[in-house]
């Protein structure tokens, strides 16, 4: 890259994952009927594992809906924090109405993936560690989905730092941010087939779209091959494992889609929970 580059490795979080920090902020708010409810919460794997983390913490049931074909070791790990799972056809279901009929059924709270102030809120923490650590940073790029760590990371940066840049990134096959930004408005896709399966929601939040279209200097897009080709990086050359979703702001970097412009660049590498399948793709496919 043609700039100076600084990773926040939020690989190595509690979970693996920069979701720990909003799922503990949200937990953290409930009050003592709310915990004896317990929660739910909708999730390709990241948030799951958080959730069921700080419930097991806070002391609360969590019930956690997964896509039937969330990573094995995704799911391993959520059950393995206590968690009650329950999965959807990520094809044929709509995901919320799935959470949410479970959710009243069962009378628990829910424990929004992205679209939650709080959940925002404890995103953003991230961002506020990174300009403490390196003031000096004129840019910040996140992977962006739902639009929960981008919103918050954002949010927190141009607080501190009107004048730093923020960029989105997502894969080219699940751009919904982009189209939106683009319109204006929420655009809803299909479900895209991209290998970062922490990417693939099909519309932007309601909470997060105005705040990712007010701060997003500009929305990147990034092939799965590049993708890949960023954790191979990062796994041979930095000694990082990081999963798909996680990478996508580092490719974003590594085949010079961020403006020229930007010097010091700060990169959130989101999570490391890597899918062995993946992995054994990553090694396999490299090359000298």
Do not use: W
Request: proline residues 6%.
């Amino acid at each position: 890259a043609d700039a100076e580059v600084f990773f926040k490795c939020e690989n190595l979080q509690r979970a693996g994952a920069f979701k720990a920090r909003g799922a503990t902020n949200k937990i953290l708010s409930l009050n003592d009927d709310e915990k004896r409810r317990g929660v739910i919460a909708v999730s390709s794997g990241n948030h799951a594992q958080a959730v069921a983390l700080a419930s097991r913490e806070a002391g609360t049931r969590a019930v956690i809906c997964l896509p039937e074909d969330a990573p094995k070791m995704k799911v391993a790990a959520t059950r393995g924090y206590g968690a009650d799972i329950r999965f959807f056809n990520r094809h044929k279901d709509d995901r919320d109405a799935f959470g949410r009929e479970i959710a009243e059924r069962e009378n628990l709270v829910m424990v929004p993936a992205y679209d939650d102030y709080l959940i925002m809120a404890g995103q953003g923490t991230c961002g506020l560690e990174f300009l403490e650590e390196v003031p000096e940073l004129d840019a910040i790029a996140t992977p962006c989905s739902g639009g929960g760590l981008f919103a918050g990371v954002s949010t927190a940066a141009k607080s501190i730092k009107p004048s730093i840049k923020c960029f989105a990134v997502e894969p080219e096959t699940a751009n919904d941010t982009q189209q939106s930004v683009a319109k204006g408005e929420r655009v809803k896709i299909s479900p895209p087939p991209t290998i970062a399966d922490g990417l693939r929601v099909q519309t932007p939040g309601a909470l997060t779209f105005p705040i990712t279209r007010e701060n997003a200097d500009e929305v990147l897009t990034i092939s799965d091959d590049y993708i890949l080709a960023a954790m191979r990086f990062m796994l041979f050359r930095m000694k990082l494992l990081i999963e798909p979703s996680g990478a996508a702001a580092a490719a974003a970097v590594y085949h010079r889609r961020i403006p020229s412009g930007c010097r010091k660049v700060g990169v959130v590498l989101s999570g490391g929970n890597v899918d062995p399948e993946i992995l054994s793709r990553v090694v396999s496919e490299a090359r000298p």
